[in-house]
């Protein structure tokens, strides 16, 4: 896959969207220095009321920038961090990739791929309809479908910018398809 980074962000505060930056730093089992998302424990809103003490499986939020062309397509505007990720990709197929699998952005910074982002209602608060567009259920298989990106941990600190090359790197056999974290 020859995949790059389009576009980073970051929030100190929670928010929906996260504004784009001209960098951001990954900091090894934490997540993005800076954002509030980072930690080594969940620091997702709703789960911290429930499940405070459990290890932060969604770190670092990345999306492929290629939904923003299909959601274009029906209608619905959509650019980098505005959805809430942290790096906005090109070239991976991030949603086929399999649970443990090391990205490596730019020269340094590795992360280790956890699961699926389970999208929430706010993204209709968003854009009205988007949800059902980025979750929905398969007619076919009878599986529920998530587009909205996925989420990792980091391995390796470092600098990430737009335009950094991603590397690859999958898991030894057997794979694990990715689950919501």
Known sequence: ?????????RN?????????????????????EGDVHAGETIRHQFRMTYEPGLPNLRQVHLM?????????????????????????TRGVDLL???TGTLLHLGAQAVVEVTG???PCAKINDFRQGLLGEVFGLDPVS??????????????HSGPVR????????????????????
Request: proline share 7%; charged share 20%.
């Open 142 to 155: 009878g599986n529920f479908t998530f587009k909205s990106g996925i989420m990792a941990v980091v391995r």
């Open 96 to 98: 086929g990739l399999p």
């Open 12 to 32: 100190g505060t929670y928010s929906f969207s996260k504004p784009n930056r001209e960098t951001v730093t990954l900091l090894a089992g934490l997540g993005v």
């Open 64 to 88: 492929h920038e290629e939904l923003f062309d299909e959601l274009a397509l029906k209608g619905f505007t959509v650019s980098a961090g505005q959805l809430g990720e942290n790096i906005t």
């Open 1 to 9: 896959m020859d995949g790059r980074v389009t576009a980073v962000s």
């Open 162 to 181: 737009p335009f950094d090359a991603i590397g690859v790197e999958l898991p030894p056999l057997p794979h694990r398809p990715l689950e919501r974290v």
């Open 116 to 118: 699926l982002r389970n």
